[in-house]
């Protein structure tokens, strides 16, 4: 699943238990860079079939093979990852952080890097976030 949610980052990607959805910048096209130790920190996000999706342009949200032959859902081109010390839905801890060899960045419902940093007070909870939609 690929859905949006408001977060102190603004409107980002999340998965259907409102986990944050994340892009590797050293990916090129389609194809997954993130393999071996860096799956253990940045977990893709796989399918065995056509990914769902809510709230987000549905002809943006596809899949391409990993070197291991899973399926990993894509965004916009992009394939996408979790944190693994995101543990919480809403959270965004990954944000910024340059690991693996290129920057990591939340995925704006346009199909973008969302490059801002959030406030440290910030959190989903506190509604610091404006704008419409939601989950």
């Known amino acids: 699943m690929v859905k ?3 977060s102190p980052l603004g409107q980002i990607l999340v998965d ?19 393999n071996g130790s860096c799956t253990r920190a940045w977990p893709p996000q796989t399918t065995t079939g056509k990914p769902h999706n809510s709230g987000v342009t549905a002809s943006m949200v596809g899949t391409s093979t990993r070197s291991d032959h899973s ?4 965004y916009h081109g992009h394939p996408l990852y979790y944190f693994a010390k995101d543990t919480k839905p809403g959270e965004t801890n990954g944000q910024g952080l340059n690991e693996f060899g290129a920057l990591w960045y939340v995925v704006s419902p346009s199909g973008n890097a969302v490059t801002t940093a959030a406030s440290a007070s910030a959190s989903p909870s506190t509604g610091s976030a404006s704008g419409g939609g939601g989950y």
């Open 16 to 34: 259907d238990s409102g986990r944050t959805l994340y892009l590797f910048k050293a990916d090129t096209g389609k194809t997954s860079t993130c």
């Open 71 to 74: 399926t990993q859902v894509t």
């Open 4 to 6: 949006t949610a408001n």
